[in-house]
């Protein structure tokens, strides 16, 4: 998998209510990307190249494409 990154980046930090945990995604990614409140969004948990851990969500509101 290759990744572009677009130049925007954000900390976030976990929200933790009873069994469920959240993150947070910048207003200006939200409103760039015509995102509403309510919407569902897909994410996977990756790996990149180094084994780091990371969250794939794609903003379109559609699954992954098999591969």
């Known amino acids: 998998m290759k990744n572009k990154f677009l ?6 930090k976990i929200i ?3 069994a469920t945990a ?3 995604i910048n207003k200006l ?8 409140k309510g ?3 897909y994410s ?3 790996e990149d190249k180094k084994g ?10 559609k699954k992954k494409a098999k591969s």
């Not at 990614?29 to 509403?36: I, N």
């Not at 780091?52 to 509101?61: A, E, H, P, Q, V």
Request: aromatic share 12%; net charge positive.
């Open 7 to 12: 130049g925007v980046g954000w900390k976030s």
């Open 16 to 18: 933790l209510k009873r």
């Open 22 to 24: 959240y993150i947070s």
């Open 29 to 36: 990614v939200v409103d760039g990307c015509c995102l509403e």
């Open 39 to 41: 919407q569902e969004l």
């Open 44 to 46: 996977y948990l990756a």
């Open 52 to 61: 780091r851990k990371i969250i794939i969500t794609y903003l379109d509101g």
